[in-house]
């Protein structure tokens, strides 16, 4: 029902910064909810950021302030944008609709 592909992950110095892209592929995308979650190694899943149809935006607390999401519905893509990263950041980053998930894209902060 819903495809998802990430890309825009890599690796970036500390205090740097990367655009998440995850384009999906579904012709129902304006009705769904879009989460951007994150994975690092021995550590459970843990959600990121949360996009509304509508445009309403949660994050996690550790990365308030720093990390935007946001969506383009004609390009049917939410994106996450992400600066002043930590290497606390590290890790397989998920994009998640209505259950279903992407691949991921690995994002490594390290000098």
């Known amino acids: 029902q819903v495809q998802l592909v990430e890309s825009g992950g890599g690796l970036v110095q500390p205090g740097g910064s990367l655009r998440l892209s995850c384009a999906a592929s579904s012709t129902f995308f304006r009705i769904y909810d879009m989460g951007w979650y994150r994975q690092a190694p021995g550590k459970q899943r843990e959600l990121v950021a949360l996009i509304t149809s509508g445009g309403t935006t949660n994050y996690r607390d550790s990365v308030k302030g720093r990390f935007t999401i946001s969506r383009d519905n004609a390009k049917n893509t939410v994106y996450l944008q992400m600066n002043s990263l930590k290497p606390e950041d590290t890790a397989v980053y998920y994009c998640?609709?209505?259950?279903?998930w992407g691949r991921g894209t690995q994002v490594t902060v390290s000098s």
């Open positions: 998640n609709s209505v259950g279903y």
